[in-house]
């Protein structure tokens, strides 16, 4: 989308009666949102009648495609909810400073209700673990750090 269509869109959404507005475009994802800071008080003697004032706009330029991961670290192949474990109070599949072999289970994606087990790219030790248990997760996001070894 080119920076003329974005100030189109922006003029145009000033003057509708709506509050908020998604636009989404390939990767592309703009959103625009109207903030009212004036409170309105049946106690008060109404004002004089002015020229309402210009509302602030919220634009915010989203882009889907996210930063290349850092070298050295397992990835979610997809969209979904990361677990460390297999069940609620079980032992996590991997810890700091273990050594894992490729294929082995480092961690659980539930995607549509389905149990999707991650398993390791390849042989290495884990350096950091990146997401909390029962966090969201997005295609690409890095998982772990990790040291090939």
Do not use: W
């Amino acid at each position: 989308m080119k920076k003329e269509d974005i100030e189109h869109l922006i003029e145009l959404f000033e003057k509708k009666d709506i509050n908020k507005i998604r636009i989404k475009e390939g990767e592309f994802e703009l959103e625009l949102e109207k903030f009212n800071d004036t409170l309105e008080s049946p106690a008060v003697a109404p004002a004089p009648i002015q020229a309402p004032a210009p509302q602030p706009i919220n634009v915010q330029v989203v882009s889907e495609k996210q930063a290349p991961a850092p070298k050295n670290t397992l990835n979610s192949p997809m969209v979904g909810t990361f677990y460390t474990s297999a069940s609620p109070g079980s032992a996590p599949f991997v810890k700091v400073g273990q050594k894992v072999r490729k294929g082995e289970v480092i961690g659980i994606i539930e995607a549509m209700k389905i149990m999707n087990d991650i398993e390791a790219e390849y042989d290495c030790q884990i350096s950091e673990i990146l997401v909390a248990d029962g966090q969201p997760v997005e295609f690409g996001m890095a998982l772990f750090a990790v040291e090939k070894i």
